[in-house]
């Protein structure tokens, strides 16, 4: 079945919506399942099979990025992984550290002889470069990937030429954008409809108080934003471990304690709002001077996702005004209690 009449099936089934940014790419999509169809020769003197140019599609949030880039993983017959950019660094981390364990001194190659040997096709998620050390990594392990005949297919929210942009040495970075370049397909996406926002439209952002309907309702909403599909997501900073529980496409899903109740501060809430476009915080208690730590770190993170346009879906002991109604701190938490009533309402976090 080519990557067309599955999008037909889908769009008959009722399961999707035909957009013309989305048929634009298909083309580009069949182009990489077709010839990643083709036979590889075997055999002792077998050679690296030829390079098929891969693809980057990036554009806006929710405009089905992830869906087309998952419509065509599961149409590629061949040895595949399918990564979200983030927990496939964090793994190349892992590898490199065994490696060095072992004695070897360049560390990257074993990593990119692994992934030669596992697959021919690795598509990510939501490739976005924040950190100089993974900025210093990519490009030698993508060049050996390109070298050996991995295709690459990735989605990003920004074109290749803002990767990592402002960062720290950027100038070591740009050759690798110039790689990306020379061995992938550049597209946008360019839609004009945020499919994740429709899946929100209207929808009920804060339940309250904390029952068995609220979670049932969260779990309905979690289920149509993820499909069933979700990994543990790990982020690294500055040596600390923010973990979310649940992940999938740029959503995450995490309980209160998860993240206000470990020593975690604004650092670590940027890398969060870095990483996903909606966040599910489970049962947020009252507040007051008895938990006054996890209160401020409550502050931080509603703070730092506003910013972040991030939206945010709860289940809280209270509405916004009566979480926090007695102890040091409750005159600042009226702005996190406005912040939280503006972050509810419907289109909140489009731009």
Not at 143 to 155: M, P
Not at 195 to 221: C, E, K, V
Not at 237 to 254: D, I, Q, S, W, Y
Request: charge should be negative; hydrophobic fraction near 45%.
């Amino acid at each position: 079945m080519t990557i067309q009449q599955a999008y037909q099936a889908a769009i008959d089934a009722g399961t999707l919506t035909e957009d013309p940014a989305q048929l634009a790419v298909l083309p580009e999509l069949e182009r990489v399942r077709a010839a990643l169809a083709q036979p590889v020769k075997s055999g002792l003197f077998r050679k690296a099979p030829p390079p098929i140019p891969g693809l980057y599609m990036w554009g806006g949030v929710g405009r089905g990025k992830s869906m087309l880039m998952d419509l065509l993983y599961d149409h590629v017959d061949a040895p595949k992984q399918r990564r979200h950019f983030h927990a496939f660094m964090q793994w190349v981390h892992a590898e490199m550290t065994q490696a060095r364990k072992r004695g070897v001194d360049d560390a990257i190659a074993p990593v990119a002889a692994k992934l030669a040997d596992d697959v021919r096709f690795l598509a990510f998620d939501e490739m976005q470069i924040t950190d100089i050390t993974d900025a210093m990594l990519v490009g030698r392990l993508f060049e050996a990937l390109f070298k050996a005949g991995v295709t690459v297919v990735t989605t990003s929210n920004r074109p290749p030429d803002d990767l990592y942009k402002d960062g720290l040495n950027r100038q070591l970075f740009v050759p690798f954008i110039g790689l990306l370049k020379d061995h992938m397909v550049i597209h946008e996406l360019a839609s004009d409809t945020d499919y994740r926002q429709d899946r929100l439209a209207g929808a009920q952002s804060y339940f309250t108080p904390i029952d068995a309907a609220a979670r049932m309702a969260i779990d309905d909403i979690w289920e149509r934003l993820s499909g069933g599909k979700s990994e543990t997501l790990t982020l690294h900073v500055k040596g600390r471990e923010v973990t979310l529980p649940l992940f999938h496409n740029g959503v995450a899903r995490a309980k209160f304690y998860d993240l206000c109740g470990k020593y975690l501060g604004a650092a670590d809430y940027l890398a969060l709002a870095d990483a996903v476009r909606v966040l599910i915080l489970d049962e947020i208690p009252t507040l007051s001077r008895n938990n006054f730590n996890e209160a401020k770190r409550f502050v931080t993170l509603i703070d730092t996702l506003y910013e972040a346009k991030v939206r945010l879906i709860c289940s809280a002991a209270a509405k916004p005004e009566m979480l926090y109604v007695e102890g040091e701190g409750t005159f600042e938490f009226e702005r996190t209690a406005s912040r939280l009533r503006e972050m509810q309402s419907d289109g909140w976090g489009q731009s």
